[in-house]
């Protein structure tokens, strides 16, 4: 690799070149891009039909499925801001990105990251609501109470991760910036600077502690409640029914957090560059594969609004019924 003079900072001839896994032979580009294609679609598909389900079944109408259409359509952004130019990295060779096209996949990965986040507490707190404070479920709960939590993680992600790509788009880079990863995240796009990162390296790991750790304690406290509720209730019947509303949400958060370890254990631990990247890429991949899957395995009522979506029923056999 040549080493190159650095430029000033937001130079608009310095270009930005993804190595992807430094250790991948090229005979097996193309099983690796067929492998993650076949996780883009099923992210994509699964989200869809969540979305759709959602919007057309009435009988979904209801707070958790508003929030959960949230997170499917957080799935499909948090996914298309990386996995396309994987993809086109894996197949056609294509490493490279302009200045504004990495800072703008650099903001989008972690806003949206930092939304999942938020509506995973979002999520939790409407199940508090409804098995702690069920006789104020309707009133607390209302369509423009929603609307105002679902704006508000929106746009609280969309603003938290400004200062940190803002300030590191200042930064130093040669001409030719080599990105050891598969897309510009944010750690490994500052440790390609000719500028000293401690600031930079610094300032990310506090909002990522911030995103990771806050909304995890507010869930936790959500659910602490939820517990202490459901164990008051004398019926075992009643508290199995209390537990399974909660259950899919749980899955999900288990999926988001393990997923997050993976790419923390990943990055901190002594192993080849490959397994950092990779941890990374899981991180990316692997919660919007499984939420879809967790919600129509889980939830039998949209299990059966996709199923009525996937196999429509004949109106004339329908009608014999």
Known sequence: METATCNGSEDPSTVFYLVGLPSLPESLFLPVFFIFLFFYLL???????????VVTEPR???????????????????????????????????????????????????????????????????RYVAICRPLHYPVHM??????????????????????????????????????????CDHLAVVQASCSDTTPQTLLGFCIAMVVSFLPLLLVLLSYAHIVASVLRISSREGRSKAFSTCTSHLLVVGTYYSSIAIAYVAYRADLPLDFHIM????????TPVLNPLIYTLRNKD???????IACPQDPKSAGKH
């Not at 990965?109 to 999520?123: D, G, Y």
């Open 142 to 183: 209302t369509p423009q109470t929603n609307a105002a939590l679902a704006a508000s993680a929106w746009l609280t992600a969309l603003l938290l991760p400004i200062p940190a790509v803002a300030q590191t788009s200042h930064m130093a880079f040669a001409s030719t910036v080599y990105i050891y990863h598969c897309f």
């Open 279 to 286: 941890g990374n890429v899981v991180y990316a991949i692997l």
């Open 60 to 126: 979904l109408h209801k707070p958790m499925y508003f929030f959960l259409i949230n997170l499917s359509a957080l799935d499909i952004l948090f996914t298309t801001s990386t996995v396309p130019k994987m993809l086109s990295l894996l197949l056609l060779g294509d490493h490279v990105l302009s200045f504004p096209a990495c800072f703008l996949q650099m903001y989008l990965f972690h806003s949206f990251s930092c939304a999942e986040a938020f509506i995973l507490v979002v999520m939790a707190y409407d």
């Open 302 to 308: 949209v299990k059966a609004a996709i199923t009525k």
């Open 43 to 53: 992210i994509l598909v699964g989200n869809a039909l969540i979305l759709v389900a």
